[in-house]
């Protein structure tokens, strides 16, 4: 069995990470994280089958973070959660625009998009729901804005066009404080 350490996992993560930034997901491959961390290519396989799932660990560690970012401040301000999911949510979109945007990165995880989208959107709404008042429409009313808050960050739209646009949605909340 290969002899697995944990300081090169993370390099290998990282220069992944910076690579992608750089150079795309066509320019990124095993062979140039493998020279860039002066390590064997065989022993980039050691810790990640493929490019993709190497892609796919430091993205998910990072998704990961940013939703226990979230959750670790609660507030029963609406606009104030909101606007803390809002601000997590454009730090992390920018933080992988390049690869959100690569064409060969979406032909490469077409096929998983819906399962993931489904995914993303079902943890910010358990995230929103709380300031989304106790009607029976309150798991709609999540699922809503969990899936406007990503379509309108990733366009970039304004915090202050989302709120507006979103208050209907939560007002029931703030009339019954």
């Keep these: 069995m290969p002899k697995i350490l944990e300081s090169i996992r993370e390099q290998l993560l990282e220069t992944a990470r ?6 795309g997901y066509g320019g990124t491959t095993i ?3 493998a020279a860039e961390c002066g390590i064997a290519v065989g022993t980039v396989y050691n810790y990640f089958p493929s490019k993709d799932m190497l892609i796919a660990t430091f993205v998910s560690e990072d998704w990961r973070a940013c939703i226990d970012s979230i959750a670790s401040h609660g507030s029963d301000d609406a606009r104030t ?7 997590a949510l454009r730090a992390f979109t920018e933080t992988y ?3 959100f945007s690569d064409a060969e990165a979406q032909n490469a995880y077409h096929a998983a998009f819906s399962q993931r989208h489904r995914q993303l959107r079902a943890q910010l709404a358990a ?3 709380p300031v989304c008042g106790d009607g029976d429409d309150r798991a709609y009313r999540s699922e809503f804005i969990a899936e406007s ?7 970039g739209k304004p915090f ?5 646009i979103l208050q209907g949605l939560i007002k029931e909340r703030e009339e019954q404080k």
């Excluded at 910076?18 to 150079?23: D, E, G, H, L, S």
């Excluded at 959660?81 to 601000?87: A, C, E, K, V």
């Design 18 to 23: 910076r690579q992608i930034a750089r150079n």
């Design 31 to 33: 062979r140039s994280v």
């Design 81 to 87: 959660h909101l606007r803390r999911i809002y601000d």
């Design 97 to 99: 625009r390049t690869l």
């Design 127 to 129: 995230l929103i729901e």
């Design 149 to 155: 808050l990503l379509v309108w960050t990733l366009e």
């Design 160 to 164: 202050e066009d989302i709120y507006q």
